[in-house]
């Protein structure tokens, strides 16, 4: 058997807003934009892709889970230099809450998206 991770779902407050910060800011592709019911106006299935195509983050507004947004996601991403990563994406206006720091598993960062979702950032490999 052959398992993966198709798509993660983080819990923003503005789809349209958390697709410009994924896409326009971070780099990644929009794959997939529908409406979720009948009002075109209304929520909106929105799904964006790392370059790498590794998984689908799906931008997802939870009326019953509004608490959700601006916490910790347990989304971790990696690269191959978080240092490098830390400058560029900074330099794109990327929020860090912490900046690179080698601990003993690793480099670490974490990052913020506009709603203060945190995210962390790791070295691949390690």
Known sequence: MNLGVRSVSLYVSDQ???????TETMGFELVREMPLGDDPNGPRWIEVAPPDRSVLLVLYTPPEHADRVGTFSNVIFHCDDVEAAFRELT?????????????????????????????????RGE
């Open 91 to 123: 330099a794109r206006g990327v929020e860090f809450a912490e900046p690179p720091t080698r601990q003993f598993w690793g480099w670490w960062s974490v990052f913020r998206d506009p709603d203060g979702n945190l995210y962390g950032l790791g070295k």
């Open 16 to 22: 349209e807003h958390a697709k410009r910060f994924w």
